[in-house]
């Protein structure tokens, strides 16, 4: 499929902010400038790119952990980046973190850090689409490791049998925290897994983030007539499970294979170069002007006052924060 100029820039302004937001993320935690615990998405851009920016008006996403960027770029800076680092002015009044938000106004979440609880939910919320007759579909994402959930079983098996307008995509980097996916999934292929629940699958790989865009596009126009889709993109994590993580279970030989030979965000500014779509000088100031706008991001953030013990204890608070954003 062709863009045009601007639509291609805008697609590798994603990747790099999403490629920048986890490097500058990474770099206060480790300096010990911000807190938490963060699972990074580097060397996952395209599968996040690529589906966020295929979401129509009335699409509704539960995507997988690892695509705190996009919700960032896509749904609110600001609100995003507060909540991660537990500040009033996130999403959920910084109550929930990146593992546990929920937008509703916005159509993204519920997430919980219970592996397969969100997808479970997701499908409820299909359910929801399918019964109102509301024209959008709901993407939902969970990892190679997360696939194995009982309660995604039960989701898919819901998801295939009632036709629910889902497109479900499974991001394949390899990993599940220290657990190697070949070492616990007898299939070389996890559409094969969507294919026993009954669902239209294919695999395709993840580090082209104009293939991802073109595939979701598909998918998702035939989940909103009620025929759902399972989609495996195949990736390779880089970061460690969590920010800290020294990978002790890995041979890094991976990673650096997979940073000189499938770097989606390399592979997205080459593509443009080489098709003469953009200059170097274009792309750099794209970088540029990305990197700018999330250390000013994220140091907005950090200079926010931390809640009060009292904040965090008051249930009345809480369900107003949570809630009534
Ligand atoms: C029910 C449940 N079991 C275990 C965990 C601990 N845990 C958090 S992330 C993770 C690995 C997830 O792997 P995958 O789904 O492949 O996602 P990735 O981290 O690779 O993006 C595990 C086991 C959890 N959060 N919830
Ligand atoms: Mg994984």
């Not at 937008?103 to 919980?112: E, F, H, I, R």
């Not at 024209?135 to 009982?150: A, F, M, Q, T, Y």
């Not at 170069?273 to 540029?288: S, W």
């Amino acid at each position: 499929m062709e863009y045009s100029k601007q639509e291609y820039l805008k697609t590798y302004e994603f990747m790099t902010y999403s490629r920048l937001f986890e490097e500058i993320c990474e770099e206060y935690v480790m300096k010990g400038i911000a807190g938490g615990f963060h699972h990074l998405g580097t060397g996952d851009e395209a599968v996040g790119v690529g589906i966020f920016e295929s979401l129509g008006p009335n699409d509704w996403i539960v995507p997988e952990h690892r695509s705190r960027p996009m919700l960032a770029k896509y749904f609110g800076q600001h609100e995003f980046i507060s909540e991660m680092l537990a500040k009033p002015n996130g999403f959920n009044g910084g109550m929930a973190g990146d593992t546990h938000y929920c937008v509703p106004a916005k159509k993204a979440g519920p997430y919980s850090a219970l592996l397969g609880q969100s997808q479970a939910m997701g499908a409820g919320i299909a359910l929801n689409y399918k019964l109102d007759k509301i024209d959008g579909c709901v993407v939902i994402g969970c990892g190679d490791g997360s696939l194995n959930e009982g309660v995604i079983a039960e989701a898919l098996t819901m998801i295939a049998a009632w036709k629910l307008p889902v497109v479900w995509y499974v991001q394949n980097n390899n990993w599940g925290m220290s657990m190697p996916s070949k070492k616990i999934n007898a299939i070389s292929s996890l559409a094969k897994r969507g294919e026993g629940f009954g669902l239209v699958s294919a695999s395709y790989d993840g580090n082209d983030v104009f293939l991802v865009k073109e595939v979701m596009q598909e998918a998702m126009a035939k989940a909103r007539k009620g025929e759902p889709q399972f989609i495996e993109f195949k990736t390779v994590r880089w970061a460690g499970h969590f920010v800290g993580d020294p990978q002790l279970y890995r041979d890094l030989a991976e990673v650096q294979d997979a940073r000189t030979n499938t770097d989606c965000v390399k592979w997205c500014r080459n593509h443009l170069l080489n098709r003469k779509i953009a200059t170097v000088e274009e792309l750099d100031t794209i970088d540029e002007t990305q990197r700018k706008l999330l250390y000013d991001g994220f140091n907005a953030a950090l200079a926010e006052p931390d809640k009060t013990a009292a904040d965090i204890l008051d249930p009345n608070k809480i369900f107003a924060e949570i809630y009534v954003k």
